[in-house]
């Protein structure tokens, strides 16, 4: 099991990592809202592995036959793998690559508020908020707490579909199906 949680989960991780450097250096052209966009579809594009590792490690290695909660662990693997690279490249992007990110996406937050139309006050009010969130963004844990919350939903609700999906239970000898 192991290897395939590994074999898929590393290349889950490398699609979510190679879209989000692939993505940077159009972030000012694309904007937040349509990063957005193209960061959940990577990560659909990234947790179809889910699927694929679960139905491969069915077929090769359990023997055509798994159960719904053999199927949700490997999925779950290949999930925390993906979304572990996933941390690991925004930390090394957010520190490295794009210390600024805050500022911008609080500028963007706050200029978003303004054209919809906001008050004066709470247009105070979101950028109080955001002054907030920054200070707390800088907190590593923080960080990384916010940022597995980006993808790991998603992978999650990969990694229930694809067990129900490819689920097999073992037949009980004597005991006709149907």
Known sequence: MRKFVLTYGLIAGAILSLSMLGSLPFMERIGFDYGMVIGYTSMVAAF????????????????????????????????LIGTVCYVATWQFVYHRMAPDFMEKYSAYTIEKARKSGATEAQIAAQKKEMAEFA????????????????????????????????????????????
């Open 135 to 178: 200070e707390m963004y800088r907190n590593p844990l923080v960080n990384i707490a916010f940022t597995l919350l980006e993808p790991l939903p998603v992978g999650l609700l990969f990694t229930g579909v694809s067990a129900f999906v490819l689920s097999r239970p073992r037949r009980v000898a004597g005991v006709v199906p149907g």
């Open 48 to 79: 179809l592995m889910v699927y694929f590792g679960i139905r491969s490690y069915r077929d090769q290695a359990a023997g055509g036959r798994i159960g719904f909660g053999r199927a949700f662990v490997v999925g779950l693997g290949i999930t």
